[in-house]
Structure formats: C-alpha cells, structure tokens
C-alpha cells in the first residue's frame, strides 16, 4: 500500500494550515517525512486561533481564555518530525522559499507569520 509514487502523485501539492489548526495532527509531519510525500506546508502564524475569536466576539462573548497560541516554533517541530523547514516573511522570502521548495522530492514546511484583525 505505501510503495505507491507519491513524488508524481502527490507533486505540487501545498497545504495551507493556521497555526492552531495544525497542532491538532502535527503527526502528519512525520508521516509525510517517512513517506517522502512532497507536499508543501505552509503555516500562517498568527498566535491565535483566529476563527474562534472571530465566533466569540460575534456571540458577545468577553474574555474567553485559551484562544491565544503564541510563539510556537514550528520549524523546530517540523524539523524534529524530520521535515525541512525555513522561516519567510516577506513577499522575497516566501517566494524564494516556495521556489525551492517546489524543486524537492521532499516534504518542505514554510512557517510565515501574519497578521491576526477582526
Ligand atoms: C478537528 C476540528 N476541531 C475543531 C475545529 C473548530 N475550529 C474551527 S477554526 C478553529 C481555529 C482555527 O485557528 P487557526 O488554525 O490558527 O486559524 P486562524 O483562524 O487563526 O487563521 C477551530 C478550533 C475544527 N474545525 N476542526
Ligand atoms: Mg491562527
């Protein structure tokens, strides 16, 4: 079952995950660093899990504690799960970070930060 080609079939392919999203299966670093399934993980880092802030603040509600998630090192974990990862926050960063990313046969993950508004 997992002697399929992944490079061909999965070539190309980017994943773009917030950064309270992906630590619920972070895991799957590891697997796609196993399989050398060479998917592009791009984490937008905006501290928060923006989305419940969002429904919070639409329901009035004030103070809700847990939302934040500040200063995860994503490239660490990445790197632990064995997958190669660079930082890139500007438009130059990102681009040449992509660029690279898409000529390997490997899992790469692109943390960028952004900014979190409502
Ligand atoms: C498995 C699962 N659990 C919980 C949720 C509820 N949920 C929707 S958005 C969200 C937080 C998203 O935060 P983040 O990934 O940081 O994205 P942001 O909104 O900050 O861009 C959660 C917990 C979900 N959609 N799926
Ligand atoms: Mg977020």
Same mark, same amino acid.
């Given at each position: 079952?997992?002697?399929?080609?992944?490079?061909?079939?999965?070539?190309?392919?980017?994943?773009?995950?917030?950064?309270?999203?992906?630590?619920?299966?972070?895991?799957?670093?590891?697997?796609?660093?196993? =399989? @050398?399934? !060479?998917? /592009?993980?791009?984490?937008?880092?905006?501290?928060? %899990? +923006?989305?419940?802030?969002?429904? #919070?603040?639409?329901?009035?509600?004030?103070?809700?504690?847990? =939302? @934040?998630? !500040?200063? /995860?090192?994503?490239?660490?974990?990445?790197?632990? %799960? +064995?997958?190669?990862?660079?930082? #890139?926050?500007?438009?130059?960063?990102?681009?040449?970070?992509?660029?690279?990313?898409?000529?390997?046969?490997?899992?790469?993950?692109?943390?960028?930060?952004?900014?979190?508004?409502?």
């Amino acid at each position: 079952m997992f002697k399929r080609n992944w490079e061909k079939i999965l070539f190309g392919v980017i994943a773009f995950i917030g950064d309270g999203s992906a630590n619920y299966a972070i895991t799957g670093l590891w697997t796609a660093a196993q =399989l @050398r399934i !060479p998917v /592009i993980f791009i984490i937008l880092k905006n501290g928060v %899990y +923006g989305a419940l802030e969002w429904f #919070a603040k639409v329901l009035y509600a004030e103070n809700v504690p847990g =939302l @934040r998630v !500040p200063a /995860i090192d994503f490239c660490s974990l990445a790197k632990a %799960y +064995g997958v190669d990862a660079h930082r #890139a926050n500007t438009i130059e960063e990102i681009r040449s970070a992509l660029q690279n990313a898409l000529t390997q046969t490997r899992p790469v993950l692109i943390e960028v930060e952004t900014l979190f508004r409502i």
